[in-house]
């Protein structure tokens, strides 16, 4: 059955400002009940301030969401069960019906030209996948709208990933983060998410395969080769790096140098 996020949130929204409207008259409730007992009628007001309750916000919901869809690309969530489904252990294919994570654990942003799994293109076959086709353009509109940016919505949702998700992924974490972002430089030749829960010893090479492919893409743009012919150079001394996750990821983040986006 399709359904419209604008719908879904307004729905939410509600259920939101319900809830705080019963916390807070049980909470003055509660006070009328105190003021009487110590007799402070004249001195203390039943008004109820500062209600610390989660209320809506359609930003936060909308990157939310965006979070979550990455999740469930990787495999650590998953629309067919609820909770946490791979945070590492046994892999159970059987988990992933609706979406079914990235084999290559690499989710490359930008250039779709070169790689169907683009995470821009995969957010958005989520969201036809989970939403229904029919409010699909009115979906991505929605989300485009709320992230804002320039463009059509598939651009504003590609800029939101280049440049601001990771930011906030890293301060959700608290500058601990379980998707590691590969980045070649400052042109954004090359940019690309991992799940550091489904690291294995073909990442890196997997990760050099993309950036070869995407060297012949830019082959006649010189200032984009020449990011990634460097960015090679880099990624090859770290192949068969193996670390230790109990070591910590802030540590095990650092062992990698440039050649991760700066956590910040």
């Known amino acids: ?53 989660r209320q809506a916000d359609l930003q936060r919901e909308i990157r939310s969401l965006i979070s979550y869809a990455v999740g469930c690309l990787f495999g650590r969530y998953s629309p067919d069960e609820k909770g ?58 929605f989300i485009a709208d709320t992230l804002g940016g320039s463009g059509s919505p598939e651009e504003k949702i590609r800029q939101y990933l280049l440049y601001d998700f990771y930011y906030d992924h890293c301060r959700i974490y608290q500058k601990k983060p379980i998707y590691w972002m590969f980045r070649s430089g400052k042109k954004h030749a090359f940019m690309a998410l991992v799940y550091l829960h489904r690291w294995d010893s073909d990442t890196i090479k997997n990760i050099i395969l993309h950036v070869r492919r995407l060297q012949k893409y830019y082959q006649y743009q010189e200032t984009l080769l020449s990011e990634l012919l460097i960015y090679e150079e880099k990624l090859l001394p770290f192949c068969d790096i193996t670390f230790n996750l109990d070591d910590g990821i802030k540590h095990n983040y650092q062992i990698f140098g440039d050649i991760l986006q700066t956590i910040r």
């Open 84 to 141: 946490l489904c791979y945070a590492g252990g046994e892999w159970h294919p059987e988990r992933y019906r609706t979406i079914i994570p990235e084999a290559s654990n690499i989710l490359p942003i930008g250039c779709p030209e070169c790689f169907s799994h683009e995470l821009t293109l995969q957010i958005m076959n989520f969201i036809q996948n989970i939403y229904g086709t029919e409010t699909f353009e009115e979906n991505l509109q």
């Open 1 to 53: 059955m399709a359904r419209l996020l604008s719908e879904i949130y307004q729905q939410w929204e509600q259920e939101c400002n319900e809830r705080y409207i019963r916390l807070k008259a049980n909470e003055e409730e509660l006070n009328r009940i105190f003021i009487r007992l110590y007799g402070l009628q004249n001195e203390v007001n039943p008004k109820a301030e500062n209600i610390t309750v």
